[in-house]
């Protein structure tokens, strides 16, 4: 994920959005653990996704309003909630 997202998820308490995600790496279906890691590959949490690797891989970087537009539903607005999300500590 970007640096903003890292920020978010660490310092307010957000859930992790389609937009701060850069880089998708393995495969995964919804619903599984998944670790969020930073620009520098230091995992920032782990958390139940929303979306697949490979939906995610479409959506990334994008807002949530353009789900729908790019999947064809829009389950979640976001890739994994934040009450679904266990933060890293540093």
Do not use: W
Not at 21 to 39: C, Q, R, W, Y
């Amino acid at each position: 994920i970007d640096s903003g997202a890292s920020h978010a998820i660490r310092e307010k308490g957000r859930s992790l959005l389609p937009a701060g995600v850069v880089k998708v790496k393995g495969t995964f279906s919804s619903g599984e653990l998944i670790a969020i890691e930073d620009e520098h590959s230091r995992t920032v949490a782990k958390g139940l996704s929303n979306y697949s690797s490979q939906e995610i891989s479409l959506i990334k970087g994008r807002h949530s309003k353009e789900i729908m537009g790019i999947l064809g539903y829009s389950a979640y607005h976001e890739i994994v909630h934040r009450n679904n999300m266990a933060v890293e500590e540093l």
